[in-house]
């Protein structure tokens, strides 16, 4: 069972555009969600994270949108740029309360940004 | 100065052999990880250790054996190599803040497997 559901596998921007991609996620427990950046040949790095309590979350040319009632989050990238192509991966986990809870990751989106 | 670092990153071998991946961190962190990444990019968590204790083992074959000799090490040795183990995988470390409750993790550059 996919917890956290990735949408789309691939996505290509033209520099200055937009790019927007989706999550989904099914346990209403979850309370953290963040976004993480992998460049080829790296490992994973946090980008941008927000907890439930507050609707969106902005740094720099990068937004979190997060939508509780529908269970979705979202990461916008502003002024798209060459340097953001990479493979974006949302993630969820909840509070564990006394025990212990893991990251679950989404599929991953490959982002091109032509020049 | 490299905060999660892996070696080797690179492993070509053939399938039956036994092989192991090292990974040290510097972060003062008291978790660490064993993430496998397949060639669809999916990111998959294997094991978790939080001060030398396992915590996660995530019905993983036992060929895979992690093994954790003090806060800042985990190892991964693998038997019996098979083709469907080739892979990238990625050590990983956060403070243990309630499990990765606002925790960062931390993923070194990954060690990429081909089993022949």
């Known amino acids: 069972q996919q917890q956290v559901k990735q949408s789309p596998q691939s996505l290509i921007v033209q520099k200055g555009g937009i790019s927007i991609i989706n999550c989904a996620y099914e346990?209403?427990?979850?309370?953290?969600f963040p976004w993480y950046q992998q460049f080829p040949g790296k490992g994973p790095a946090l980008l941008i994270a927000?907890?439930?309590?507050?609707s969106e979350k902005k740094e720099g040319r990068f937004t979190i949108s997060f939508n509780k009632s529908a269970k979705q989050f979202s990461l916008h990238i502003m002024d798209s740029q060459p340097g953001d192509s990479a493979t974006y991966f949302c993630a969820a986990s909840r509070s564990p309360g006394s025990g212990y809870s893991t990251l679950t990751f989404g599929k991953g989106t490959m982002l091109l940004v032509s020049p | 100065d490299t905060a999660v670092s892996q070696t080797p990153k690179y492993l070509v071998t053939q399938m039956g052999n036994d092989k192991s991946i090292k990974c040290e961190q510097n972060l003062g962190h008291d978790t660490m990880y064993w993430y496998k990444q397949d060639s669809k990019k999916f990111l998959k968590i294997m094991f978790s250790?939080?001060?030398?204790?396992?915590?996660i083992n995530e019905t993983v074959p036992n060929r895979f054996s992690p093994k954790s000799p003090d806060k800042a090490h985990l190892n991964l040795h693998i038997n019996s190599l098979e083709l469907g183990d080739s892979a990238v995988y990625f050590c990983?470390?956060?403070?243990?803040?309630?499990?990765?409750?606002?925790?960062?993790?931390?993923f070194g550059e990954g060690s990429r497997l081909t089993v022949l």
């Open positions: 250790y939080n001060n030398k204790e396992l915590i």
């Open positions: 990983a470390s956060s403070q243990w803040t309630g499990a990765l409750r606002g925790g960062e993790l931390f």
């Open positions: 346990n209403t427990a979850f309370d953290y």
């Open positions: 927000i907890r439930p309590d507050v």
